[in-house]
């Protein structure tokens, strides 16, 4: 069974802490993606990996940064976390080439105070 | 840039059908997809259907296409209580998936 698992369901941090959000997908997915999921605004990408050590911005990638230092991990950081940050985070991996589904994790519902 | 827009509620009883639908801006589309997200869960492919072809049918669902409007639908048919959750549609003709902002469907009993 394929599977996407976040570290965290629910996390609560303070204005200007560091946030890491760990992503781990057991498929040998060449791509992975973050995506921020807000009411009434759907799903923003806000990077993606096509492999390993490598990133491309998506739509709103200010104040966030990734990294992928092993194929089946991809990581999210926000350097000094802010109120606007509070959010649903989704992470997603997919087979290289732009048609394959995108598998989700569950999601990490962040607060930030 | 591309956009994908949709309602964001559709309410229905327990029997009858459910219509959601979508609307996309890219021309160059050439995949189209619905997904599903039930609540406190990621999202799920539910169907997709390639730019060239007007109909799918997979079951209760059905997914229509109008490449001339640029509009997509979908179809549950018998709706039931379980079918409650939110609806994406999405489009995809490059590099990036373009997710629609979700249609959150209820299910009255």
């Known amino acids: 069974d394929v599977k996407v698992t976040q570290s965290s369901r629910y996390l609560v941090k303070r204005t200007g802490e560091k946030v890491f959000l760990e992503c781990v997908q057991d498929m040998d997915h060449e791509n992975m993606f973050w995506y921020r999921q807000d009411p009434g605004l759907g799903l923003r990408l806000i990077y993606f990996s096509y492999d390993v050590k490598m990133k491309e911005k998506g739509d709103i990638p200010e104040g966030y940064s990734v990294s992928r230092e092993k194929k089946e991990r991809f990581s999210l950081i926000l350097e000094s976390a802010s109120t606007n940050q509070t959010s649903m985070y989704l992470c997603a991996s997919s087979l290289r080439g732009v048609a394959y589904e995108q598998y989700f994790g569950p999601g990490t519902r962040l607060t930030v105070t | ?109």
Request: aromatic residues 12%.
């Open chain 2, 1 to 109: 840039g591309e956009d994908v827009e949709q309602s964001l509620f559709l309410s229905v009883r327990e029997g009858d059908s459910s219509v959601i639908n979508c609307t996309y801006t890219d021309s160059s589309s050439t995949y189209l997809y619905w997904y599903k997200q039930e609540p406190g869960a990621g999202l799920q492919l539910l169907t997709y259907i390639f730019s060239n072809m007007d109909m799918k049918q997979d079951q209760r669902l059905t997914v229509l296409l109008n490449k001339k409007d640029k509009h997509l639908s979908l179809r549950i048919a018998d709706t039931q209580t379980g079918d409650s959750a939110i609806y994406f549609c999405a489009e995809t003709g490059g590099f990036k998936t373009i997710f629609g902002a979700g249609t959150r469907l209820f299910v009255k009993a």
